[in-house]
């Protein structure tokens, strides 16, 4: 295969391979770039994203997006300036229909070095208008950000359409209504755009899981020894990521022996003896900003008995059952039937222990599964989409328990499992659950 039209970039011969290259994990790119292997195009990247939020824009018939989740605006234009920044309204984005978005960044020398970095947003960086914290300014200010939007609709036709916005505090929105803006829901539209991967997205999220993975062998191999504790455990694994390419490190969740039962999820300085099951989720920030998601329950200087071999069975038995229906075609409904019931049925709602959920540039990107309400409201699942699949065995009274995640891709023949640690040898050795066929996932940790 040859060169491709240039705006979409270069395609890949992959006749020796007989698959595509983003779809198997163990087909894993170098972070850098060389001028002699065609890895992941950030130019593609970041043109697709783009063509993704427009369609989906315009599939809700809006005049534009006005956009201040920090995730959102990095999707339409390529910024980023720290963790920090995401979640705190001081900066936003306009993406009108027909043109090219527009980014208000921090006055200041971060607007100059946003001028410096983003070449490709040429002279559509300007200063935005804080409002949040401003006192007895804050209406004031909150219309001075609203006429800086209006603006770039005025610019480009469509201040009298519908103008999706992904989130607004009560200034802004009494801003947006006085200055007679026809505001809607824009959440949607890039939620439906974000849980779809582009192949440079995929391959990314491929190298984040990577990173946790190696983390996570450590754990198990060098780090869990009686005697540590669960936020020395946490340090390690902060430290191993941020040299091997992360971003950031979101959260490192360790928990140990009673800390297990019911499941603590945030470290303490508590002592990890020998005995204890030890429940560790790795949330990191991967390389261009893609997450890795997902847990493991080993045990300290021991084997696992038959209680916990039993708990760890029936944790990975639901979540494979689950997993086999991230397929395209499937629904919601199909992954969360698999799950057994949990707190989701008791209370109604998403106790975020046994569910599956996006993952992208943020931790949780759109579709969440629960038995609260999939199995009423399925939602189809989509080739590209990437999935975290978490499940849990929890019941009362248990000394310990245990905790499971993967993160898959759903691939048009099936999931294809990116996090490759291999599950604890004394519960799955030889063993096959009786639900579905292992063959037919895609990157199947060895056991």
Known sequence: MGPMDPSQGWGLDTGFIQQDHHVNPRRLYSQNGADW?????????????LERARQEMEADDLGALVLFAGANIRYITGSYQGNWKYNINIRYAVLPRGGDPVLFETAGSDMYNAMLDLPWMKDRVRPAMTWQWAEGAV???????????????????????????????????????????QIVNGWPAMSRARVVKTIDEIEQLKMSASIGDAAMWHVKHDWLKPGITERQ??????????????????????ASGGNTSPYR???????????????????????GGYFIDYVRTFKCAAKLNQQEIDLYRETYDSM???????????????????FPIYDDDKYGTVTLQQF????????YEGMWMSRAYSMKYPAEIKENMYFAIETFAGHAGLPQTCRLEENVLVTKDGPSVFTKMEHMEE???????????????FGYPNK
Request: aromatic share 4%; glycine share 10%.
């Open 37 to 49: 292997q065609y890895r992941v195009d950030h130019e593609r990247l970041r043109r697709q994203r």
């Open 139 to 181: 209406g004031e200010m909150a219309d001075k950000m609203v006429n800086s939007v209006l603006e770039v609709l005025k610019e480009n036709g469509v201040e009298k359409e519908k103008i999706g916005i992904d989130g607004l505090d009560m200034p802004g929105l009494h801003a947006m209504e006085k200055a007679g803006i």
């Open 233 to 254: 455990i946490e340090a390690k694994v902060h430290e191993f990521m941020l040299s091997r390419g992360c971003e950031i490190i979101y959260d490192i969740i360790v």
């Open 265 to 287: 999820r945030w470290a303490t300085d508590k002592l990890i003896q020998q005995g204890d099951l030890l429940i560790i989720d790795i949330n990191a920030v991967g390389p």
């Open 320 to 338: 494979y059952a689950g997993l086999e229906n991230l397929r395209p075609g499937k629904t919601s409904a199909d992954v969360v039937s698999k």
């Open 356 to 363: 599956a959920h996006s993952i992208g540039i943020t931790l």
């Open 427 to 441: 519960a799955v050795a030889g063993y096959r659950p009786g639900e579905f066929h292992h063959a037919t996932i």
